[in-house]
């Protein structure tokens, strides 16, 4: 199995995956600053800054233990989001995986398109048995998202963080490399 330090280009019809840069980070600030990001992604209380993000998205390509990989329209090249694969367990072959696309590139197919370039990449190419993520129960953009893609809901967090007063469950969510390749066996 390869690791997690080898930065690909991915290319679909809609999106180009590629490789961070530092010059990203200010795009990438804006997109984490959209409200719709915020409600789906992370608690408000994160203590992010112009500067952390920055450095963050400057060290990612040195990274062996995550695939950090940008978001583009592939029409215009146009950075729109991110994609992850992280917290890489080599020895039982699985990663979490999370994703974030914000406005200019919602309600296009680019999240459904790049979830599934790197899904795939992960198994085809790295060989991984399991990917799996957490999203909060009512971002049901996102869940569609990854029911189409092939991931299984395996059970809920109930309340498990709080948004404005109100409590939100996690949805847990997997899917494994033998239901990938008989879901895109299918599909060609």
Request: glycine residues 10%; aromatic residues 10%; proline residues 4%.
């Amino acid at each position: 199995m390869r690791s997690f330090s080898v930065k690909p280009t991915l290319t679909g019809d809609k999106t180009v995956l590629r490789p961070f840069t530092g010059a990203d980070a200010d795009t990438m600030w804006e997109i984490i600053e959209d409200p719709e990001v915020e409600r789906f992604t992370f608690s408000p209380n994160n203590e992010l800054t112009l500067e952390r993000v920055r450095s963050w998205y400057a060290s990612l390509s040195d990274r062996p233990d995550r695939l950090d990989l940008a978001v583009t329209d592939r029409a215009t090249g146009e950075l729109v989001g991110e994609v992850v694969l992280y917290e890489w367990d080599p020895h039982a072959r699985g990663c979490a995986f999370r994703t974030l696309i914000g406005p200019r590139g919602r309600d296009r197919g680019i999240g459904t398109e790049a979830t599934r370039l790197i899904v795939g990449y992960g198994f085809e190419q790295l060989g991984l048995h399991r990917i799996e993520l957490g999203a909060y129960g009512h971002n049901h953009r996102a869940l569609r998202v990854y029911e189409k893609v092939g991931f299984v809901r395996e059970g809920i967090r109930r309340e498990a963080q709080t948004r404005n007063g109100e409590w939100l469950d996690e949805v847990l969510m997997a899917v494994l490399d033998h239901e990938w390749a008989a879901l895109n066996s299918t599909a060609r």
